[in-house]
C-alpha cells in the first residue's frame, strides 16, 4: 500500500533506516529552524551593534562557527539522514570531516595564523 | 507488510513487486555499495574543501586590489545562499515522495530542486562578473585566486548536481525511475545535501566572518 506524507516511515521499508520517522512535516519544520538561523548569521552583518556580538565583546566569530556548526549539522543529521541511517554511515562521513579538520588546523597553525598579530 | 526484494534479482522482477518494496542488499554492512561509496566519497571531498578554504583563509587579506568587504554583497549572497538552502528542502521532499511511490510529486520537487539550484549558479556568473569589472580578476591578488577557485569548484559541485538532478527528471518521465529504485535518488540527494553544506561553510567564513 502507498504511503502518505502524513505516515511514518515503517524501518523495513527505508532501505538502511534503523529508526521508523515521519518525513515531510520533520523537513519543513528543519528548513523553517535553517531559515531562522541563517536571519540570525545576516543580523551579525546587518546590526553589527548587536549586544551579543558587538565589537565591544568580540564574539562575532565564535557566534558565526557555532550557528554555522548547528545548520551543517542539522543538514547532516536530517537531510542527510545520518539521524536514522545505519550508524557506519555518521562514522564513515565523520572520519573524513574529523582528518580534514585536524589537517588543516595543523596546517593553519603552520602558517601561525591564530597568534599572527601578536608575534609579527 | 513490505515484501523484500534481493539485489540480485532482475529489474523486471523487482518492478513487479514495487510499490512498498525493500531491496535488502546482501552486502556485509547491510547497506548498498553505491550508497556507502557516495558517503566514502563525500567523506573525501571534505579534504579538498578543507583545503580550499584554508587556502582562502591564508590570503583573504590581499596586499594589492579590492579587499573583500569591499566587494562583497552580503544581501545578494545572502539571497543566494537562502535559494541554495531551500534546495535542500525541495531535494529531501523529491526523496520522501519517490519513496511513498509519488512519480508526480517526485517529479514538481526535482524540477523546482534543479530550478533552485540554476538560480544560484546564475546568482554565481553575476557576482563573478561584478567582481570582474570592479577589478578583481582571478590572478589580480592571492586572495582572488583563491576565493574564485574555492567558490568556483563548488559552482561546479552545484552545476554537477543540477546535471544529476535533470537527469533523474528525464528517467522519471520516461518511467524508468520506480520505487524500487529510490536509493538512486537518495544517492543523488546525498550529493546535493553535501553541496549545501559545503556552501553553509563557505558563507560564514568566506563572507560573514569580518577581516
Known amino acids: 500500500m502507498a504511503l502518505t506524507s502524513h505516515d511514518d516511515i515503517p524501518t523495513d521499508v527505508?532501505?538502511?533506516?534503523?529508526?521508523?520517522?515521519?518525513?515531510?512535516?520533520?523537513?519543513?519544520?528543519?528548513?523553517?529552524?535553517?531559515?531562522?538561523?541563517?536571519?540570525?548569521?545576516?543580523?551579525?552583518?546587518?546590526?553589527?551593534?548587536?549586544?551579543?556580538?558587538?565589537?565591544?565583546?568580540?564574539?562575532?566569530?565564535?557566534?558565526?562557527?557555532?550557528?554555522?556548526?548547528?545548520?551543517?549539522?542539522?543538514?547532516?543529521?536530517?537531510?542527510?539522514?545520518?539521524?536514522?541511517?545505519?550508524?557506519?554511515?555518521?562514522?564513515?562521513?565523520?572520519?573524513?570531516?574529523?582528518?580534514?579538520?585536524?589537517?588543516?588546523?595543523?596546517?593553519?597553525?603552520?602558517?601561525?595564523?591564530?597568534?599572527?598579530?601578536?608575534?609579527? | 507488510m513490505a515484501e523484500t526484494v534481493y539485489a540480485h534479482e532482475s529489474v523486471a522482477q523487482a518492478d513487479a513487486h514495487a510499490a512498498a518494496a525493500h531491496i535488502e542488499h546482501d552486502t556485509n554492512t547491510g547497506i548498498s555499495n553505491t550508497k556507502l561509496a557516495m558517503w566514502l566519497f563525500l567523506a573525501s571531498e571534505c579534504l579538498l574543501f578543507g583545503g580550499l578554504i584554508t587556502t582562502y583563509i591564508l590570503y583573504r587579506n590581499p596586499l594589492e586590489g579590492p579587499t573583500p568587504h569591499e566587494i562583497y554583497d552580503i544581501p545578494f549572497t545572502s539571497t543566494s545562499s537562502f535559494i541554495l538552502l531551500m534546495s535542500s528542502l525541495t531535494m529531501v521532499l523529491a526523496v520522501s515522495a519517490i519513496e511513498r511511490g509519488d512519480h508526480q510529486r517526485l517529479r514538481v520537487w526535482l524540477g523546482a530542486t534543479a530550478l533552485l539550484g540554476a538560480t544560484f549558479i546564475a546568482g554565481q556568473v553575476y557576482e563573478f562578473t561584478v567582481f570582474y569589472r570592479e577589478g578583481l580578476g582571478f590572478t589580480t591578488s592571492r586572495f582572488s585566486s583563491a576565493f574564485y577557485t574555492l567558490t568556483g569548484f563548488h559552482g561546479v559541485h552545484v552545476t554537477v548536481g543540477i546535471i544529476m538532478l535533470v537527469s533523474l527528471l528525464v528517467l522519471s518521465l520516461r518511467g524508468k525511475l520506480p520505487e524500487h529504485r529510490s536509493e538512486t535518488v537518495e544517492v543523488v540527494g546525498l550529493y546535493w545535501h553535501f553541496v549545501d553544506i559545503v556552501w553553509i561553510f563557505i558563507f560564514a567564513v568566506v563572507y560573514l566572518v569580518p577581516s
Do not use: C
Open chain 1, 14 to 120: 527505508l532501505d538502511g533506516a534503523v529508526k521508523p520517522y515521519s518525513r515531510d512535516k520533520i523537513y519543513v519544520l528543519t528548513a523553517l529552524f535553517l531559515a531562522a538561523i541563517t536571519v540570525v548569521e545576516v543580523l551579525t552583518y546587518a546590526a553589527p551593534d548587536f549586544p551579543l556580538w558587538s565589537h565591544e565583546h568580540n564574539l562575532i566569530v565564535p557566534v558565526l562557527m557555532i550557528l554555522m556548526a548547528v545548520k551543517f549539522f542539522t543538514v547532516a543529521y536530517i537531510f542527510m539522514h545520518l539521524r536514522f541511517d545505519k550508524p557506519l554511515l555518521t562514522r564513515v562521513f565523520y572520519s573524513g570531516l574529523v582528518v580534514a579538520l585536524l589537517v588543516y588546523i595543523a596546517v593553519l597553525s603552520t602558517f601561525r595564523i591564530w597568534w599572527s598579530d601578536q608575534h609579527n
